[in-house]
C-alpha cells in the first residue's frame, strides 16, 4: 500500500482544514486507517483511527469533538476533518495503514505502511 497525504498547511486558532490520505495498490477496505501526528521534540501520537471491519473510530481525547475521521472505500480515501484547530495541534501529520485483526490498535509501531507526512501549523 502507497499512502499519500495532503492538505496541511498554515490556519489560524479557531480555522479548520482537511486532511486527506490517497491509497494506492490495494484497496483500504480491508485496512484499519489511522492519523497520527508527531510534533518537534515529542513522540508520535495517535489522533484518529477508523476500523475497516465495523467502521467504528477511536479519537484522541486531546481531539474529541473537534477533528473527524472518515474513509470512501469507493475513492480509496481516508479524511481528517479539523475543527476548532489550536496551537497545539501543530505537528506534522501522518496517514498510516494496517491490515485490520478487528480490534482498533492505537499503538503507531502497530501500522505498516505510512505517508510522507503533511505540516499543519495553527497559529494563535
Known amino acids: 500500500v502507497q499512502l499519500q497525504a495532503s492538505g496541511g498547511g498554515l490556519a489560524q486558532a479557531g480555522g479548520s482544514l482537511r486532511l486527506s490520505c490517497a491509497a494506492s495498490?490495494?484497496?483500504?477496505?480491508?485496512?484499519?486507517m489511522g492519523w497520527f501526528r508527531q510534533a518537534p521534540g515529542q513522540e508520535r501520537e495517535s489522533v484518529a483511527i477508523?476500523?475497516?471491519?465495523?467502521?467504528?473510530?477511536f479519537h484522541a481525547d486531546s481531539v474529541k469533538g473537534r477533528f473527524t475521521i472518515s474513509k470512501d472505500n469507493a475513492k480509496n480515501l481516508v479524511y481528517l476533518q479539523m475543527d476548532n484547530l489550536k496551537p497545539e495541534d501543530t505537528a506534522v501529520y501522518y496517514c498510516?495503514?494496517?491490515?485490520?485483526?478487528?480490534?482498533?490498535?492505537?499503538?503507531?509501531?502497530?501500522?505498516?505502511?505510512w505517508g510522507q507526512g503533511t505540516l499543519v501549523t495553527v497559529s494563535s
Open positions: 498510516a495503514a494496517v491490515w485490520t485483526v478487528g480490534t482498533i490498535r492505537r499503538a503507531y509501531y502497530d501500522y505498516s505502511y
Open positions: 495498490g490495494s484497496n483500504l477496505r480491508y485496512y484499519d
Open positions: 477508523i476500523s475497516a471491519s465495523d467502521g467504528s473510530t
